[in-house]
């Protein structure tokens, strides 16, 4: 971790001195166009792929609003997109980031409802992460005067994802009780929020130790992701919960089914057990597949429950619910105004520090949301990525980061031991665990399994363990 630290300051530390210097290697512009700072993509990958480089300023066109851009929003979803696991990525090179808060610059024809100078927070259907953007007027709203900018970057994808889920998908009503994963999070922490503007709403916060002093008072309850939640959650309710947002997948899936009662909702918004290493990974790919339940609709049928989907950015740019959008967005900046809600900001850093601030998301050390500041001056003087953290904070990740390696390896071991001691073809060297015998031929007939995919999985098993 600390080489990999080293090799970050040392790359930002470079983009610092180029835009000191006369200009950027990478110039994406042509003739006299005016040019922006904006972070590109070059491939997917790992973070050697991001780099801050100038290209063409756009312009707006018919319907759409030109935007200075103050703040960025940085979600788990962009280091998905970063690796490549999103589906139907834009081919790189790309800017990426979907959501940003700035000053009106300029209106394309028949832009109406806007001002230059309005200060505004925006959907961008990629894009955001620079100094300018161009987005439809139809994804643009007003900021509150008192709002920041930070906390408008911080406010639109969260809370809006947040209020649809609980109220448009769940019906969350009085008296009953939601199970958030990830409760220390930009969404976790928008959802115990707008719980709190309901009576008697029980909150169960799932989220790694180290976050609990900072939010516990946020939740009802607040248990350990490492440790059996779910007989700790029927402690409490034995009849179960009536919402779970999960934004796990993988082993989650199962578990939170498990745990809603007759006419709960089931409801998963992220993947974000795929994301493991710093590029993608088959493995842990096929491990978050493999865990996942497969649902019985008949099941569903006699247990009386609901599993749903949610993704706020297909409503937006793919399904065209920007209407519905728009009201949601209304009710939030009512409850904002009334000061029953206010974004949870974790962390500012400045474009140049994209790479430390994507390893910290990566690491789940944030308690709120990490801002991408466009007009922030990065901070040269970091040996490790780690080291901009609070001091309390460094040693609990660095703890979290070891049992989260250990803990994924040990369950995918015992799992695929299970899957595989019914049928005595298999390789016996598996049984304890001591490392494939047969190396290197680790997929010949030691392997031949009736399931094909339990035989890769098994495979896999062994060459990552």
């Known amino acids: 971790m600390a080489k990999e630290g080293a090799d970050m300051t040392e790359e930002t530390e470079f983009m610092i001195d180029k835009n000191v210097g006369k200009g950027l290697e990478n110039v994406e512009s042509s003739g006299n166009a005016k040019e922006m700072r904006a972070v590109i993509l070059a491939g997917f990958g790992g973070l050697n792929k991001l780099k801050v480089t100038k290209k063409a300023m756009p312009e707006p066109q018919d ?45 394309g024809e028949s832009t109406k409802g806007f001002e230059i100078g309005d200060r505004v927070m925006a959907f961008v259907n990629y894009n955001a992460w620079a100094e300018v953007v161009c987005t439809p007027v139809d994804f643009v709203y007003k900021m509150p005067d008192e709002m920041t900018f930070a906390e408008a970057a911080a406010f639109s994808l969260n809370f809006v994802a947040a209020y649809m889920m609980l109220f448009e998908v769940a019906s969350l009503r009085e008296g009953m009780s939601v199970l958030v994963h990830s409760a220390g999070g930009g969404v976790g922490q928008a959802v115990a929020q707008l719980c709190s503007t309901v009576p008697n709403v029980t909150v169960f916060g799932i989220a790694s130790c180290f976050k609990h002093a900072a939010i516990r008072d946020s939740v009802t309850h607040l248990f350990d992701r490492n440790v059996d939640y779910i007989q700790e ?85 793919k399904q065209g619910r920007c209407s519905l959008v728009k009201s949601v967005m209304d009710k939030l900046l009512c409850l904002y105004e009334q000061k029953k809600i206010k974004p949870v900001v974790d962390s500012l850093w400045a474009l140049e520090e994209v790479k430390e601030a994507m390893q910290r998301i990566h690491d789940r050390g944030n308690i709120g949301k990490l801002i991408l500041d466009v007009e922030k001056s990065p901070t040269p003087l970091v040996t490790s990525a780690i080291l901009k953290w609070p001091a309390t904070a460094r040693r609990p990740v660095k ?62 098993v062994c060459m990552y363990a």
Not at 73 to 102: A, H, I, W, Y
Not at 273 to 278: A, K, L, Q
């Open 233 to 317: 959650v029927k402690k409490i309710c034995p009849e179960g919960v009536d919402v779970v947002l999960d934004c796990l997948c993988g082993e989650n899936t199962g578990k939170g089914l498990s745990l809603l009662k007759p006419l709960g909702t089931y409801i998963l918004y992220g993947a974000s057990n795929m994301v493991t290493g710093e590029t993608k990974s088959f493995f842990s790919f096929a491990k978050s597949w493999w865990q996942v339940e497969k649902v019985n609709p008949i099941k569903l049928y006699e247990e009386n429950k609901v599993i749903a989907g949610f993704s706020l950015l297909n409503l937006l740019f």
């Open 399 to 460: 703890q979290e980061r070891k049992k989260r390696s250990l803990r994924e390896t040990t369950t995918a071991r015992s799992e695929c031991l299970s899957s595989i001691r019914p049928n005595k073809t298999h390789c016996n060297t598996h049984r304890d665990w001591t490392g494939c015998t047969d190396s290197p031929q680790r997929n010949t007939t030691t392997h031949k399994c009736v399931c094909m995919y339990v035989c890769m999985y098994a495979c896999a």
């Open 63 to 107: 319907g759409e609003v030109k935007i200075r851009v103050k703040a960025c929003g940085l979600n788990f979803l962009d280091l998905m997109v970063r690796q490549g696991t999103v589906d139907n990525p834009p081919k790189p090179p790309l800017v990426p980031g979907f959501e940003c808060s700035g000053i009106v610059e300029s209106l």
